[in-house]
Structure formats: structure tokens, C-alpha cells
């Protein structure tokens, strides 16, 4: 069990990954013999192109600011409403979210370390070993019921997916990223998220797995790879995902929107309504939020 992040970083330095990690269980094993890195042009060239996104007609706000309520005080003094006034933003490394399914994260949009969310909890007592593979993995409450529905939706299907991977702290973050770095530093940028930029910092974010993948890409171990797409467990998400409210962060082409390469296994819960939304106007999440709400921080720059 192992290996498989062996097989993994074959795949990120193919440049066929790129802010995936294994879980933390996973990290430290088997790195005694590293894989030759090869050029990251070479395999993504087979995976086929879709067509442009649409654009964006629906905007919707998530939520709607009530109105203050008037309340009779028995004075005729008018009190003046507060002025419209933009929310002062602060930067990025110190921005701490309130747990908010919608936060936007990305590598210009990263999360301060202090963020933490505030409900996670532990998913093996919900899983069988079959579905986490035993890894230890957190999730946010509010997500646990619609990763146990959408499981058990595919297990139903016929299919067995795994859950490898969910929340990762920013310091779990730093610690893969900086083994990464030492080991590879050309190739860091491909094999590992710079802290504060993954989503599954937000503890709303699991990476799938599919049973089928080793026979597919020819790996034995292989636990992520672009071609879980063509697994049955990749096509039934990409096609029902967003029913139980999910969305696939990272589809392809959208390196420069969202800072990742293709990745077909990473789901992110935002709820029914907006996952619907996203997959009917075929745009994703950090597109939606960049084109329909004001900046959340001030961008910090890169290293
Ligand atoms: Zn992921």
C-alpha cells in the first residue's frame, strides 16, 4: 500500500499531475528510488481537448443580504443607513475564511495559514477499508453526508471508487512541498501546491480513486493519473458529480485560470444548486468566483 506514491510521483514529474499529494500516510514511503523525471509534454499530448467553456450568463449571488428591519423608536430622528462601502480586504497570507463552501482558492487567491476549518472530521468509522484504503482522512461536517451519498450512489452503479485523499493542512502542505522542493526543484511547481494554494485546505475537497486505473495506465500501484477519465469511476463523475453537489476543480485547460494541470479525480463540494450551475454553463468554480464576486484578498506575489 506503500508504493502507490512511488507510482504517483512518476506521474507529477510526467507532468501529468500537478497539486495532487499522497496522503500523509503515504508521503514517506518508498522514495528510496525516485523515478527519472521525463518530459512533461510527452503523455499529455493523448489526452483529447474539449471545447472552450461557455461563458458565464447566470450570476447569481450566493447569498442575499437581508434588509435592516425598521423598528418604530416614537422619535423623528432619522438615523442615516450606512454607506455602501467596499469590505476592506487585507492580503491573502492572512486570509482566514469563514467556512464558506464557496471560498475562492488559488495560487493568486492562496489561504493564511491560520485557516483551519472548523468542523472536520475523521471518515473511516463512514467508509468501509475498501473505500479509504485506510488513510486517515478528514473531510468538513458539512460534506460528510454528500461523500457517503455519492459513494454509496456509485457502489450502487456497480463501481468502486475510492476516497484517497481530503483535507491537508497548510503546515501537512508546507512539509510535502519543501521534501518536494529539496529533492526536485525543477520540478516542484508540477509535483507539489505551494502552501496555502490547495483546496483541500478547505477540508471540502477529496481526490477519487478508481480500481481500474493500474490495468489502464499499466502501473500496478498507479493511484493518480490523468487517465482515471477513462476509468468508470472518472466517467461517472464527470457526468454525475454535480448532482450530489460536486465539481471538478481542475478540468482541462484551465492551467491559468486555476493554476493546476488536468485533474480529473480532484472533486471539491460547493452544494446541488451551484455544482448544477457550474456544469450546466460548463465553467468552473474559480471562474465562476473570479468573474461574479469582488477579489476576497490582495494577491501575494509568487515565490
Ligand atoms: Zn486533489
Known amino acids: 500500500m506503500l508504493r502507490p506514491f512511488f507510482a504517483i510521483c512518476v506521474l507529477l514529474l510526467a507532468g501529468l499531475l500537478s497539486g495532487c ?27 483529447p481537448t474539449l471545447p472552450p467553456p461557455q461563458p458565464v450568463t447566470a ?41 464558506d463552501l464557496l471560498t475562492l482558492v488559488t495560487r493568486t487567491y ?51 471508487p475510492f476516497i484517497i485523499s481530503g483535507y491537508r493542512s497548510y503546515s501537512a502542505q508546507a512539509i510535502a512541498r519543501q521534501k518536494w522542493e529539496s529533492k526536485y526543484p525543477a520540478w516542484v511547481d508540477q509535483i507539489s501546491a505551494i502552501p496555502g494554494t490547495s483546496e483541500h485546505q478547505l477540508g ?36 454525475h458529480a454535480h448532482e450530489y453537489g460536486f465539481t471538478l476543480s481542475y478540468p482541462r485547460d484551465t492551467l491559468e485560470l486555476t493554476g493546476f494541470y488536468y485533474e480529473p479525480w480532484h472533486y471539491r463540494y460547493v452544494g446541488v444548486e451551484m455544482a448544477t450551475m457550474l456544469k450546466e454553463q460548463g465553467i468552473t468554480l474559480t471562474q465562476y468566483l473570479l468573474e461574479t464576486q469582488p477579489i476576497p484578498c490582495i494577491p501575494t506575489p509568487e515565490p
Request: charged share 10%; aromatic share 6%.
Open 110 to 160: 492562496p489561504l493564511s495559514r491560520n485557516y483551519t476549518p472548523g468542523d472536520l472530521v475523521a471518515i473511516l468509522p463512514y467508509f468501509p477499508m475498501g473505500v479509504t484504503l485506510g488513510y486517515p482522512t478528514e473531510v468538513r461536517q458539512v460534506m460528510l453526508q454528500p461523500l457517503i451519498t455519492i459513494v454509496e450512489a456509485m457502489q450502487s452503479d456497480g463501481l468502486a
Open 204 to 239: 471540502t475537497t477529496v481526490d477519487f480513486g478508481s480500481p481500474e486505473l493500474p490495468d489502464i495506465v499499466g502501473e500496478p500501484d498507479i493511484q493518480f493519473h490523468t487517465y482515471f477519465y477513462m476509468t468508470r469511476e472518472g466517467i461517472w463523475l464527470e457526468e
Open 21 to 47: 499529494q499522497a496522503p500523509a500516510g503515504a508521503q514517506a514511503a518508498n522514495a528510496t528510488t525516485p523515478p527519472a523525471p521525463t518530459t512533461p509534454a510527452a503523455a499529455t499530448t493523448e489526452v
Open 59 to 99: 450570476t447569481p449571488s450566493p447569498t442575499s443580504t437581508p434588509s435592516p428591519t425598521a423598528t418604530a423608536t416614537g422619535t423623528a430622528t432619522i438615523t442615516p443607513s450606512p454607506s455602501p462601502t467596499a469590505t476592506p480586504i487585507g492580503p491573502c497570507t492572512e486570509r482566514v475564511p469563514t467556512d
